[in-house]
């Protein structure tokens, strides 16, 4: 079992930069491929980055709006994933969500369902 926890959320004004961690505990952390997805009221679960793990390079994919702009790093000595957010947008503002998961085939990685394990979210406000 797998257990993720987010930090780094909070408020920012529209240009600002933030940058999320989170930590995995539980399991061995290199073996998984990341994925950070951001969900606003009402609406689904919205797929945000994603970093492979062990064996695939560390590729790293991300939703068109953020490319840029975003940047997805993982540091397996310290188990965590980062997400650097750099000149934010009113339109990022929402619960960031951190996911685990493996054996998935790349188009596939934007799909929710297929993380088995989650964090409770942070959130990002961007005023503007």
């Known amino acids: 079992q797998v257990q993720l926890a987010e930090s780094g959320g909070g408020l920012v004004q529209a240009g600002g930069s933030l940058r999320l961690s989170c930590t995995a505990s539980g399991g061995t952390f290199s073996n998984y491929a990341m994925g950070w997805f951001r969900q606003t009221p009402g609406k689904e679960r919205e797929f945000v980055a994603h970093?492979?793990?062990?064996?695939?390079?560390?590729?790293?994919h991300y939703r068109d709006s953020v490319k840029g702009r975003f940047t997805i790093s993982r540091d397996n000595a310290k188990n965590t994933v980062y997400l650097q957010m750099n000149s934010l947008e009113s339109g990022d503002t929402a619960v960031y969500y951190c996911a685990a998961g493996t054996g998935m085939i790349l188009s596939s990685i934007r799909t929710p369902a297929q993380y088995s394990y989650w964090g409770q979210g942070t959130q990002v406000t961007v005023s503007s």
């Open positions: 970093i492979r793990g062990r064996g695939h390079g560390g590729t790293t």
